[in-house]
């Protein structure tokens, strides 16, 4: 067997299964494709194939499922992952120079050229996005309680809209090579890439082999100041602004109230504290062009 693609049948409103439809007929015999049958099945199908070498890993799905292949791959991932990008965000991809014709992703998921690429940890999970605390993972925390209904920005910005009246920051303080501050937040993003949330530039400075974290620290705002701030993230000059502090780390501990939650590529993986720190070229991707 030369691949297994890890098919998520639930992924992006129906634009998995249109994916897995339209890739069906142009499937080699020594491809595989396994059904994920519940929340958190991904992992254990990766897992099962982590230590092949031979093997190319195919997350066929969003962000979510691609999070759950990952950790399903680490700590080990002797296997060479790849995407079939079909979610609600796809932001992982977005820095992998894919294609965005089924049959065209399809040869660089199978045949790609291969990079390897940093992965970020937090606690006892991996992630490939942005992990972070703050108004982000309350926003994440419900998105992904609800469906999502949209393309991924809208959903996004309606969860946002939703939280903005009654979120309030916290104090949170940011441990780096031994010294702590600790600030009043409203959110700290811990990016292994750049993009999250459908398209936003939260870590522009993130790089996926430069064996770093790109971190954006927002102090307290008032309401007004959140919704142009935001807009700026798009664009990613909110890291301008002069309540955001930015710096690289390949290590970094944030404590603060035990309620806050933490998310990882936008998915709840708990609450405060949280530790992350960076595996520096931890896996083999298969890339659309050099990362
Ligand atoms: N058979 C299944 N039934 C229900 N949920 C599933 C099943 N298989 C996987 N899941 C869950 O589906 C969730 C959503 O998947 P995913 O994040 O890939 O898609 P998305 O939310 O549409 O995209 P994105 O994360 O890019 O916005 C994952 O958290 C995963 O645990």
Not at 30 to 52: S, W
Not at 142 to 162: C, M, P, S, Y
Not at 258 to 277: K, M, N, R, Y
Request: hydrophobic share 45%; glycine share 10%.
């Amino acid at each position: 067997m030369a691949a297994r693609i890890i098919f998520n049948p639930t992924a992006g409103n129906g634009k998995a299964r249109q994916l897995m439809e339209s890739i069906q007929g142009l499937l080699p015999d020594d491809v595989e494709v396994v059904t994920t049958q519940y929340p958190g099945h991904a992992v254990e199908l990766a897992r099962e194939v982590a230590e092949n070498e031979e093997m190319t890993v195919i997350s066929l799905g969003g962000d979510g499922t691609h999070h759950e292949v990952i950790n399903g791959l680490m700590p080990t991932a002797k296997a060479t992952f790849a995407v079939l990008p079909a979610g609600t965000g796809n932001d992982f991809v977005r820095m992998l120079g894919y294609p965005t014709n089924p049959a065209e992703m399809l040869q660089i998921a199978l045949m790609g050229p291969t990079r390897r690429l940093d992965v970020g940890r937090v606690n006892d999970q991996y992630f490939l996005t942005v992990s972070g605390v703050g108004f982000d993972a309350e926003v994440a925390g419900w998105v992904n309680r609800h469906e999502k209904h949209g393309n991924g920005t809208w959903v996004f910005l309606r969860a946002i809209l939703k939280h903005l009246a009654q979120y309030r920051s916290q104090p949170v303080t940011v441990t780096v090579d031994g010294a702590s501050r600790e600030h009043m937040t409203f959110l700290i993003a811990v990016g292994n890439s750049r993009y999250y949330a459908g398209g936003m530039l939260m870590c522009p400075e993130a790089g996926l082999d430069n064996g770093l974290f790109h971190v954006i620290w927002v102090r307290q705002l008032s309401r007004l100041a959140v919704l142009p701030l935001l807009a700026r993230v798009f664009r990613g000059s909110h890291v301008k602004h002069p309540a955001v502090e930015t710096f690289l780390a390949a290590e970094l501990t944030v404590t603060g109230p035990q309620h806050l939650l933490v998310h990882a590529d936008g998915e709840i993986i708990g609450h405060l504290p949280a530790t992350f720190s960076i595996v520096p070229e931890a896996i083999r991707v298969r890339v659309g062009r050099p990362v």
